[in-house]
């Protein structure tokens, strides 16, 4: 390490690389909306709630707009979906990612119904309770949902 402040240690090698992501908790009273992910390469089998990376020259508002069309088909307007916090993820793989957690309650006169617009990429899209998630929730989308639910703005996970 080198020292090139006296209040900061700076570790050799190349600077770091976060994906940012966005994430959409879309809840409808004690559920919310999961998508099994499938043929995707990565935690096929397991759940997570509509995500994805931003774009180049995206805002964090535009991308989970666009991420929510894409993947359900429900268009937001207005100040929806409502910023909750942000997840600094590693993965078992050892990568740092970054989530912008959103939130947005589920209203059919407004959204119409969740559909899979995905299906190459999702299995199913199901309502579950936010208080009995499925064991195979996907961990960086458990600690996105911990973000929103504690109200602490800044969630950590896997750096442990």
Known sequence: MTLTDPHR??????????????????????????????????RDGWWNVPSGKLEYHEDAVSGVRRESFE????????????????????????????????????DARRHGEPVNREPHKCAELRWSSINDLPSNTVPYTVASIDVWRNSTGLQISGWQ
């Open 9 to 42: 240690l700076e570790p050799a090698g190349p600077p770091p690389h976060h994906p940012v992501d966005v994430f959409l908790l879309f809840t409808d009273a004690d559920r919310i909306l999961l998508a099994l992910r499938e043929g995707t390469g990565y």
């Open 71 to 106: 993947e359900i088909g429900v268009r937001f307007t207005g100040d929806e979906p409502r910023f909750a916090g942000v997840v600094h993820q590693r993965n078992p793989e050892g990568q740092g990612r970054i989530a912008l957690v959103f939130t947005a309650e589920f």
